[in-house]
């Protein structure tokens, strides 16, 4: 039934990330240029809805184009090695005054309770400090960055006692030494240590970019630190390109579960990413986010539902809670995000050297990305494992599609025994086989 509040339907369908994201630690990067752009307002809006939504936050903001304005106001030139400036002790005041300008600024719309503002209600409290040691990037190639460094350590209990306590953490790109210095460093980097310290559930990176494209410029939904590394190779060095992924590609390796690359542009990345099955950007995972597995008990539901509209359409024969559940080491799934999309089974019969391949499904939102190949791939490398010699099929719609996959078309004779006699000759399913060599 069509609902009048579209919105309604959505909440429904975020409920179960809702749940999922209570209670855990996200480590939010948020560049410099989608502050100086203006999306400070509505980013922070977001801030405040997850922290009403139980997640607990540490929030990381970088100041590059702010200070180059500073800089070049200043008439200040900095030396540039890789993409990086060198934070001599003119660079340093002018990135130590807008980190603290731009902090402050933060912690005001962070504050704001008016009852007219997205925030009315919202007691929110932000803690920042000296949260992060540094130390210095020290002479590179016959270079002294001087004030430029990089994270020494993070100081995790002091956060996680913070987001106990149920503040958010504000981290500036800024790092204080034990003799007392200050120092310059990226944003990213930052993040990157924070989320791996905190042992955060999620590290999300809002960049200029809506995430990673393939040769013909589709959006990767999803690479794991491998896949990631060769672009990380070809990018330039200190581009935002390069920061995020060796951010993302050191994280993931780290124990970070998931890093999201999303587009600070896009005012619904934040909420759409965290709160939708699919997303909108670029996650890097050590772990697959859709993974071919064996089923067990626990997706007796989610077949149930997956199979459910395919049998009302007469394409497969309905198969009940009971027999899924006696049958349940013949089948294999595809999982994504903990919603099964695809199945497949293989049944074996006895005294007989030949087996079924059945039940193959995908989930009509997910379909042309060869889930189906890969389900009947695996199935077929499960069979020769068990000395198949053949696999059979009956099907009354896709005869063609296991055609295209070496099947050939076959009488009843050369079904087992078992089978021939359970034949349903009123749904005149086609029979298929294919020899396993």
């Given at each position: ?12 369908n ?5 749940n ?6 996200f ?11 203006g ?7 977001d801030?405040?809805l997850?922290?009403?939504?139980g997640?607990r ?8 184009p ?9 008439g200040?030139?900095p030396?540039?090695?890789e993409?990086?400036?060198?934070a001599d002790?003119?660079?340093m ?11 402050l ?24 400090g ?14 002294d ?12 209990a002091a956060i ?19 003799t007392?210095?200050?120092?310059d ?8 240590h924070?989320?791996v ?8 990176l809002l960049?200029?970019?809506e995430?990673?494209?393939d040769?013909?410029?589709a ?22 390109l ?5 951010a ?9 579960a998931?890093t ?8 619904d990345?934040l909420?759409g ?12 995972t050590?772990?697959?986010?859709e993974?071919l597995?064996?089923a067990t008990?626990?997706d007796?539901?989610?077949?149930l539902?997956?199979l459910e509209?395919?049998e ?6 309905a198969?009940?809670?009971e027999?899924?559940e006696?049958e349940?080491d ?9 919603m ?22 995908v989930h009509e939102?997910?379909?042309g990305?060869?889930?189906?190949e890969?389900?009947?791939g695996?199935?077929?490398q ?5 000395n198949?010699?053949a696999l ?18 076959a ?15 009123a749904?005149k399913?086609?029979?298929?086989i294919?020899?396993?060599g």
């Amino acid at each position: 039934m069509d609902t009048r509040f579209p919105f309604v339907d959505w909440f429904r369908n975020a409920s179960p990330y809702i749940n999922a994201h209570r209670g855990r630690t996200f480590v939010v990067l948020i560049e410099g240029d989608a502050l100086a752009a203006g999306r400070g307002e509505q980013l922070v809006q977001d801030l405040a809805l997850l922290h009403t939504l139980g997640v607990r936050l540490v929030v990381v903001f970088g100041v590059r184009p702010q200070v180059q304005s500073a800089l070049t106001e200043a008439g200040i030139e900095p030396i540039r090695v890789e993409g990086r400036w060198v934070a001599d002790r003119a660079v340093m005041a002018q990135v130590e005054r807008v980190a603290s300008h731009q902090r402050l600024w933060l912690e005001a719309r962070l504050s704001l309770a008016l009852p007219n503002s997205p925030l009315h209600g919202v007691e929110l409290s932000v803690v920042s400090g000296n949260l992060v040691t540094a130390k210095p990037f020290g002479v590179r190639e016959g270079v002294d960055f001087d004030h430029s460094g990089e994270v020494r350590r993070v100081r995790a209990a002091a956060i996680e006692e913070l987001l106990a306590q149920g503040s958010l953490v504000l981290l500036p790109p800024l790092g204080f030494s034990s003799t007392g210095e200050v120092f310059d460093l990226d944003a990213a980097d930052v993040a990157h240590h924070a989320a791996v310290a905190l042992k955060a559930d999620k590290l999300i990176l809002l960049g200029d970019s809506e995430g990673l494209e393939d040769e013909q410029g589709a959006l990767l939904r999803q690479l794991t630190p491998a896949e990631a590394e060769p672009r990380l190779a070809r990018a330039e060095p200190g581009s935002e390109l390069a920061r995020h992924l060796s951010a993302a590609c050191a994280a993931a390796r780290h124990g970070v579960a998931r890093t999201h690359l999303l587009c600070w542009r896009d005012p619904d990345a934040l909420l759409g990413e965290l709160f939708t099955r699919d997303g909108v950007g670029t996650m890097i995972t050590e772990h697959r986010y859709e993974q071919l597995r064996s089923a067990t008990l626990s997706d007796i539901g989610g077949l149930l539902e997956l199979l459910e509209p395919l049998e009302r359409r007469g394409m497969l024969v309905a198969r009940s809670r009971e027999r899924l559940e006696h049958e349940i080491d013949d089948y294999l799934v595809i999982e994504r995000d903990g919603m099964v999309i695809g199945c497949a089974a293989l049944h074996g019969f006895a005294d007989s050297a030949i087996g079924e391949l059945a039940c193959v499904a995908v989930h009509e939102n997910y379909r042309g990305g060869e889930r189906g190949e890969r389900l009947a791939g695996a199935i077929e490398q499960r069979a020769r494992k068990l000395n198949f010699t053949a696999l059979f099929v009956l099907t009354t719609h896709t005869a063609h599609w296991f055609v295209e996959r070496g099947f050939q078309p076959a009488s009843l004779e050369a079904l087992p025994p078992l089978k021939r006699d359970a034949y349903n000759h009123a749904r005149k399913s086609r029979v298929l086989i294919k020899t396993l060599g």
